[in-house]
């Protein structure tokens, strides 16, 4: 059974462009979740998603979004990017809609240059 | 107060030996609880997870929860060099439809 997938693993941007990173969650798993990682705050939450409907979403301004497909792919997008989105992204899926049990991709590390 | 607090470490121990890991949380609400194993330049792994109250064992490794105390510990028994990662203890709240983690220890095992 293939894993969670992110795409790409490694993006260098501009301060104040934009940026679509992708996750395939592992076969037959519905919830997908999107954290952030630091060295300074950990792993923050980004939101979840569930059927295509996001159920809950973290303290991150409104630059960061998402979305989730009907085959359970989802992406996040970060706008106007500033040196500070600096980070390790990943995503994590889980099976069931009580987001037990999450298994994480390998992340996608994005450098704002 | 952290809503999940762990020991940054570096927590040092011999090859062999049983490393003690702990994880205090404040959301009595909490409900479900979980370790991830963490390489340098990797994602988390997870390894174990608890949801009910005493001991839960897998091969090397034994979670332990105490809802009373909001304590939740993970033993390594026999530790190996290739444990030596970072251990990040994540809480879930039904509701809130998300892990909360933990700084992290970062665990040394000493050949």
């Known amino acids: 059974k293939a894993g969670v997938t992110q795409t790409p693993r490694y993006l260098i941007k501009t301060r104040g462009q934009q940026v679509t990173l992708s996750c395939s969650p592992i076969?037959?798993?519905?919830?997908v979740s999107w954290y952030q990682q630091t060295p300074g705050q950990g792993l923050q939450f980004l939101f979840e998603?569930?059927?295509?409907?996001?159920?809950n979403k973290g303290n991150f301004p409104g630059r960061f979004s998402g979305r989730q497909f009907s085959n359970s792919r989802s992406e996040m997008n970060v706008s106007t990017l500033e040196l500070g989105d600096s980070a390790l992204y990943l995503c994590?899926?889980?099976?069931?809609?009580?987001?037990?049990?999450?298994?994480f991709g390998q992340g996608t590390r994005l450098t704002v240059v | 107060q952290k809503e999940v607090e762990q020991n940054s470490g570096p927590l040092s121990v011999p090859e062999g030996a049983i490393a003690s890991l702990n994880c205090t949380y404040s959301?009595?609400?909490?409900?479900?609880f979980f370790w991830y194993r963490q390489y340098s330049g990797k994602s988390p792994e997870l390894i174990m997870f608890?949801?009910?109250?005493g001991d839960k064992e897998d091969g090397r490794f034994t979670a332990q929860l105490n809802k009373a105390s909001q304590y939740v510990s993970l033993l390594i028994r026999d530790s190996q060099p290739s444990d030596s990662a970072t251990y990040l203890c994540?809480?879930?709240?039904?509701?809130?439809?998300?892990?909360?983690f933990g700084s992290g220890t970062r665990l040394q095992v000493q050949p």
């Open positions: 994590a899926s889980s099976s069931s809609d009580r987001n037990t049990e999450a298994f």
């Open positions: 608890i949801y009910s109250n």
């Open positions: 076969s037959g798993h519905r919830s």
């Open positions: 959301d009595r609400g909490s409900q479900s």
């Open positions: 994540a809480v879930y709240r039904p509701g809130r439809r998300a892990l909360t």
């Open positions: 998603y569930f059927s295509e409907t996001q159920r």
